[in-house]
């Protein structure tokens, strides 16, 4: 497969990026910075989401495009600020918009598969996540209408994890006791990490998720179903 990765340079992009190359995949990261995986055999574009993405239309084919870029901006709502909502849905939904239509007819001429994400936060319902939850609810809708106007020739899903142990999260679980705090909110017990949101994404942009289209999957402990 011939994979594009956006945002692939850190957290769970990276590990994408990793399972993608170790199952002998054509790899592309699109991203602002290659400096943590320049050791890794794949190709680099560098690439902001917030500005131009023209360059992603010189793809002949696509066979997925996993889109990763996101925000974690937890306020009181009475705090945040129509900018705060303005950036959020900037990069977690009209950047996935501008990329998917960039690589459309790649990602057509490919059978290709879309992965984006969500939150458990939109299903949820959880305080501070005003603004983080209003744009990836939109990717929820934007996923499923996309699943149904591009079958059968392109696949689209979402992911929704809980807090993962990643870069972006890293102020949440800064020290032992907000660890402990996040932890004992799940179910299990336990944050996620990149590899087993990684695995998902992997699944859904091969073979083995081929019947798979207009789902959001919850990969989140256990947070959104279990009491």
Known sequence: MKVLVIGGSKGIGKACAEQLLESGNEVIV????????SHLPLEFIDLDVLEDVSSLEDFDELNGLIYCPGSINLRPFHRLTGE?????????????????????????????????????????????????????????????????????????????????DTPLAGALLSNDKKREASEERHPLKRVGNAKEIASMAVHLVSENGGWITGQVIGIDGGMSRVR
């Open 30 to 37: 699109a991203a602002r910075s290659n400096n943590s995986i």
């Open 84 to 164: 705060d909502f303005k950036n959020d849905f900037e990069l977690n939904v009209y950047g996935a918009i501008k990329c998917i239509q960039s690589c459309l007819p790649a990602l057509k001429k490919g059978k290709g598969s879309v992965v984006l994400f969500s939150t458990v936060a939109v299903q949820q319902g959880m305080a501070f996540h005003a603004s983080v939850a209003a744009s990836k609810g939109a990717i929820e809708g934007l996923t499923r209408s996309l699943a149904s106007e591009l079958a059968p020739h392109i696949r689209v899903n979402a992911i929704a994890p809980s807090l993962t």
